[in-house]
DNA sequence: CTATGTGAATGGATTCACAGCC
DNA sequence: GGCTGTGAATCCATTCACATAG
């Protein structure tokens, strides 16, 4: 058990929670590292050392348990515990994401979402009501918000950004081509969706 | 100049990219690594790292020409050659990317839209004739489709990837939580938007 | 005999540090 | 002097290999 955990091993530990979750619903019991490993083209012995961060996880001669694993992964990642994000910026991905299904399986519920134009404030987008922007601060405070999204247009994006950091949230997963400039306190994880598509298309033949 | 270029490198030169479109907007005629790198925030020995895998850019003692190196990248990126993509699924997320105007500054033009419903085929998507996905085949040839966005449900995700490849599409951007199995032929990058949010919130404090 | 847990070895990317050129 | 280009050094993640436990 040691100290820094890499953010490659958390990624990985969610993709082990996923296989674990869909293993115990078919019914196994046990599962060796070498196993896990081959369901995701990984080594074992990179499933065991991402593991042994954590302590003990396993049997020796035996494998893991399916179902105590998982339940200690989910206790790791604290899936089982809701927390609240918030979407700013109602364009056509944010609204897409408010509705994205895949976040309430982790454990995130979308508790506000926000704009700036008034045709989207207080009308209802897939289920929620758009609050103005100029709220943010408030409505964030009120519902204990920690996570934001955010996927306002570029040129909006450094100063709602510095809006998020005062209103207090903790972390932005940023959808803006934007690189920004934040107190090293915000965690940022980018998605620059054309950079990701065009990367990609970079290594054709 | 060496052989094996890393996806980082390519990932920064997007990068370096923007702001040298920017910076040459501004009138910047000339830059340093180490101004670019500050940009960027990251050393100036990377920034060079980075270009020297691409041949003598720059001039010792001087820095690198803002317009030439922009060039030289965009080249190399072949950002100037339009690549034609298709989203396959029209579900919130397929229809908002459609959308997504951040592609075609990268060079990105979406050829063709799919879906499975009949609700939605023969429909206009945001601009795009919804096709059959029974289509895919013909349509992706008809079009010399190289590159596939997949936004289908999990459960559709790997036969439809499948059906790609057969298409004979070379790159999938894959946006659902499954693990796509093809032949290595095909380059495939996984956007796990759920998994981005949690590894994000794990690091909270 | 089987499969974990882990220190040591390896591999890859980043950073240093300086020779080389302007 | 100033800044690039690059081998060497460093850092970090992955993989190996084996002692250890069941």
Do not use: W
Request: hydrophobic share 45%; net charge positive; with cysteine.
């Amino acid at each position: 058990m040691k100290k820094k955990i890499p953010e490659k091993t958390i990624q990985r530990l969610l993709l082990y929670y996923r296989y674990l979750y869909f293993l115990l619903q078919q019914g196994t019991k046990n599962i060796s590292s070498k196993s896990l490993a081959d369901l995701l083209e990984i080594r074992g012995s990179q499933v065991r050392k991402d593991l042994s961060y954590f302590g003990r996880l396993g049997t020796r001669g035996a494998g893991y348990d399916v179902m105590a694993l998982r339940d200690t992964i989910a206790e790791i990642l604290k899936i089982d515990k809701e927390k609240k994000v918030c979407v700013v910026g109602m364009g056509n991905l944010g609204a897409a994401l408010v509705a994205y299904k895949g976040f309430e399986a982790l454990g995130f519920k979308v508790a506000a979402v926000f704009d700036i134009s008034p045709q989207k404030i207080n009308h209802k987008i897939r289920g929620h009501t758009c609050h103005d922007i100029k709220n943010l601060s408030k409505i964030i405070n009120e519902h204990s918000i920690e996570v934001a999204i955010l996927t306002v247009p570029a040129e909006a994006a450094q100063e709602t950004a510095l809006r998020l950091e005062k209103a207090g949230i903790k972390a932005i997963l940023n959808f803006t081509p934007v690189k920004l400039s934040l107190s090293k306190k915000v965690k940022i994880n980018n998605i620059d969706l054309a950079m990701e598509l065009k990367t990609l298309s970079f290594f054709i033949r």
